[in-house]
């Protein structure tokens, strides 16, 4: 009998509000703990400011607010995701960043219509894993052209 390996894509576990969602490590930086964020004016208001990362200038942007879920003061276990978007470094503010799985691919489906309030747009898929429900994003779609330009100056 052949050896049937299963593909694995390896994410990074995150939490916002009640929900559960993964991006995949590739895309991933670093985990950084909260810190001071320069606010940046006339951005977006998911746009929280910047932060010099090991002497990099990063902006930071708040995902429950890019995704309408209501805002919460910060806590011990919120993160900012250090990810990376075309050929620039975007922090991504959640409330907490849990672990480092591996998610079959054959247990990836394709996104529903609507999961709670996060645009269809946003989500790859979400993959059922014994009783949790990760919601896949998908990065380069969680900003458009325009705010990533914009984002770009305000790196600049």
Known sequence: MENVTTN???????QLKDEEYAVSVQEVGSIERIQSITRV????DFVKGVINLRGVVTPIIDLRVRFNIEETEFTESTRIIIV???EMEVGLIVDSAN????IPENAIEPAPEVIGTVHVDYIEG??????????LLNLQKVLTRQEIAELKQVEG
Do not use: G, H, S
């Open 126 to 135: 979400v993959a059922k894993l014994d009783n949790r429900l990760l919601i």
């Open 41 to 44: 004016p006339q951005t977006d």
């Open 8 to 14: 694995n894509r390896k994410v990074i576990v995150f």
């Open 84 to 86: 990376y978007l075309e």
């Open 99 to 102: 672990d480092v799985i591996d």
